[in-house]
T-cell receptor
């Protein structure tokens, strides 16, 4: 059974700092890996998707890496801003009957202090 | 395209009552997913539809839970004889195509069972 773990559970940093969020998964047979953002009481917004054949993806100040063999991914946020405060969720996808089931970690709650 | 819509946003019910949630996916998305998220945890997969066919169900979906997607458009999730442990955020997502599998999430329905 696939298990996804995110470390740390919570992180608080001053504005402007660069930071790294970690995600690990137990079964390397994944189709892809996604990082999501969730604001309090809201749904999920996809930030980056890395196909299993890729090593990294970048979008603006965000960079996500994937090492399938070791079962790890990192999300790097450069020059953090207060608006980045949210919960960040890592999810790996498993193939199911014509689609993909997402298996999520428990999230990292990020607070950027002005 | 107004995104994935879920109704109601909040539902408070007494233990033992039945509740029904609705999800309207992005138009022309043929795949629809239900997830459940408890406080402080990541979402967990419940079930998946391709068009009107329910192709996958998690063991989390007990006999008290039933989901439908008539005509392959909107979907409903019904919980019968609610229990306090059913209190959670119920998230719906939809997608089109397999390759990139971006699942677009709704804002969720928060259920509180008293």
């Amino acid at each position: 059974k696939q298990e996804v773990t995110q470390i740390p559970a919570a992180l608080s940093v001053p504005e402007g700092e660069n930071l790294v969020l970690n995600c690990s998964f137990t079964d390397s047979a994944i189709y892809n890996l996604q990082w999501f953002r969730q604001d309090p009481g809201k749904g999920l917004t996809s930030l980056l998707l890395i196909q299993s054949s890729q090593r990294e993806q970048t979008s603006g100040r965000l960079n996500a890496s994937l090492d399938k063999s070791s079962g790890r991914s990192t999300l790097y946020i450069a020059a953090s801003q207060p608006g980045d405060s949210a919960t960040y969720l890592c999810a790996v996808s498993e193939l199911i009957q014509g689609a993909q089931k997402l298996v999520f970690g428990q999230g990292t709650r990020l607070t950027i202090n002005p | 395209d107004t995104g994935v819509s879920q109704n109601p946003r909040h539902k408070i019910t007494k233990r033992g009552q039945n509740v029904t949630f609705r999800c309207d996916p992005i138009s022309e998305h043929n795949r629809l997913y239900w997830y459940r998220q408890t406080l402080g945890q990541g979402p967990e997969f419940l079930t998946y539809f391709q068009n009107e066919a329910q192709l996958e169900k998690s063991r989390l979906l007990s006999d008290r839970f039933s989901a439908e997607r008539p005509k392959g458009s909107f979907s409903t999730l019904e919980i019968q004889r609610t229990e306090q442990g059913d209190s959670a955020m119920y998230l719906c997502a939809s997608s089109w195509g397999l390759a990139k599998n971006i699942q677009y999430f709704g804002a969720g329905t928060r259920l509180s069972v008293l």
